[in-house]
């Protein structure tokens, strides 16, 4: 069994694990088996050896170390590290080194973990297979024929690789979730607020969220209690403390009540559809209420998130220009310049979502909609409720079927989108989900199992995950 983020933390503190040992074992795995996989955009071998040695010579010394001492963490390209390049795995940032950390790197770094790398992703985030990436795709290290999911497939190839005890992805759709489900990991998308977004680079602000991939569900809750609570220099951080996850029993689902959404069940796969049964008799051997339920909003959810998240791309993405960031392709003029340093920054999937969103903006469509997909939204977001007041968490698959083939989709936007569908209304209504890998389906490819719950029930969401662990085949 693979040691746990508290029992390397454990031997780092005792002396028995020698920091610079560990990271450099996890580097001698990067050397041999990157090439092929493909997961990272930048590997911090330096820095990360460099880091070990201050760890060890601080335990030598006998001062205290952090929570994640010596723990070798990989992050998505999207996060802001100081001394770094960010790319967003779009040429337009090429060699755009950011002047400050992210907060959640920050605490990161705080609690002494190790940042091996920053990972590949779909550019500015936008994709389900990090096959829209100008650093080339990622390939599924359970299957090298097959996408890792996406957009953060490098985080949770590098999980799966073993490159990494852990990693931080950015979840707007459904990127941290279907990425680990693609790749036999865990995912966890924080509720709306509970992270810091300061210094992740915004794709769709209203959605984005910060999340854990880790080898487990402990793991993945003990990076959550890290990285979450207020911070000050994002104006949408929730004003709540990190909530305590770690070290939670879950023994038992008594008294749980857990409705199967069945419009996020039907269209999926027969064998993810099978193993999404095996989870539900496992909790209710565990002693929970399981039943089929109804929440029909959520077919509109989709549809809705390619208007909203576009709509907030167009104008998020209207600050690379060619002055501030990253590339310029110089012309006579400067409007010139900016498109030519546009038209050749940016892939096409980003156009399609530019100019989807810029379409949808309009004046004269902006109530058509935009409008129309904030109403929708809304409507969403009051059927959760609706659910919740008869049940403490709900259960669906993470994604209709496992990992596709390379280039299967690449070509087809919308059968692309379609991989999101039962990850997308959580990121709509701002709740917490967690996808747990839980048997394998076609091709003996890893099944992830989704596992939504209310705003700030992630304490509720994780002991279900965790049973569900215990019992997956
Ligand atoms: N795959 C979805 C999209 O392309 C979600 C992406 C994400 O969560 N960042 O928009």
Redesign the pocket.
């Given at each position: 069994m693979a040691k746990t983020i508290e029992a390397i933390v454990a031997g780092v503190r005792s002396g028995e694990i020698d920091p610079v040992a560990l990271v450099d074992q996890h580097l001698k795995l990067i050397e041999e088996n990157e090439p092929s996989t493909n997961a990272f955009i930048t590997v911090l071998a330096d820095h990360a050896r460099q880091k070990a040695g201050e760890i060890a010579s601080r335990v030598a010394a006998g001062d205290p170390v952090g929570r994640l001492a010596g723990v070798p963490v990989a992050v998505k390209d999207n996060l802001c590290l100081r001394g770094a390049p960010t790319t967003c795995a779009s040429r337009i940032l090429e060699h755009w080194h950011p002047p400050y950390d992210a907060t959640v790197l920050s605490r990161l770094l705080a609690e002494d973990a190790i940042i091996v790398g920053k990972t590949n992703m779909?550019e500015f985030?936008?994709?389900?297979s990090t096959e829209h990436s100008a650093r080339g795709p990622t390939h599924n290290p359970r299957d090298m024929t097959r996408v890792p999911g996406?957009?953060?497939g490098g985080s949770a190839a590098a999980v799966a690789a073993r490159f990494a005890q852990a990693a931080l992805g950015?979840?707007?759709?459904?990127?941290?979730r279907?990425p680990a489900a693609f790749c036999g990991v865990v995912g966890l998308k924080p509720t709306y607020g509970l992270v810091s977004r300061y210094g992740l680079v915004a794709?769709?602000s209203s959605?984005?969220q910060v999340g854990p991939l880790a080898g487990s569900v402990a793991d993945a809750a003990l990076l959550l209690e890290i990285i979450a609570g207020h911070d000050h220099m994002d104006s949408t951080s929730l004003d709540a403390p990190a909530p305590r996850l770690a070290g939670q029993a879950a023994d038992s689902a008594e008294g749980l009540s857990i409705g199967i959404v069945r419009e996020l069940s039907d269209g999926a796969d027969p064998e993810v559809k099978r193993r999404l049964d095996e989870a539900a008799e496992s909790l209710e051997r565990a002693g929970a209420r399981v039943e089929s339920c109804s929440i029909p909003e959520v077919s509109y959810a989709l549809p809705a998130?390619?208007l909203l998240?576009p709509a907030e791309a167009s104008s998020n993405l209207a600050r690379y220009d060619g002055v501030r960031y990253g590339l310029r392709v110089n012309a006579a003029d400067t409007p010139t310049m900016n498109a030519r340093t546009r038209s050749v920054g940016f892939g096409a999937?980003v156009k399609r979502?530019i100019m989807l969103g810029t379409y949808a903006l309009r004046a004269g469509y902006y109530d058509a909609y935009y409008g129309q997909a904030q109403r929708v939204r809304t409507l969403l977001i009051r059927a959760f409720d609706a659910a919740y007041e008869r049940y403490d968490a709900l259960l669906s698959p993470t994604a209709p079927t496992t990992a596709f083939r390379l280039k299967e989709r690449v070509e087809d936007p919308i059968a692309?989108?379609l991989?999101?569908v039962c990850?997308?209304p959580s990121?709509l209504a701002g709740h917490p989900a967690i996808s747990v890998p839980f048997g394998t389906g076609e091709a003996g490819m890893p099944v992830g199992v989704q596992v939504m719950a209310p705003a700030l029930a992630e304490a509720v969401m994780v002991r279900v995950a965790t049973i569900l662990e215990q019992a997956a085949p």
């Open positions: 779909d985030a936008m994709g389900s996406g957009s953060s950015s979840d707007t759709g459904g990127s941290i279907q794709f769709a959605l984005d998130y390619y998240a999937e979502r692309m989108y991989s999101d990850t997308i990121n």
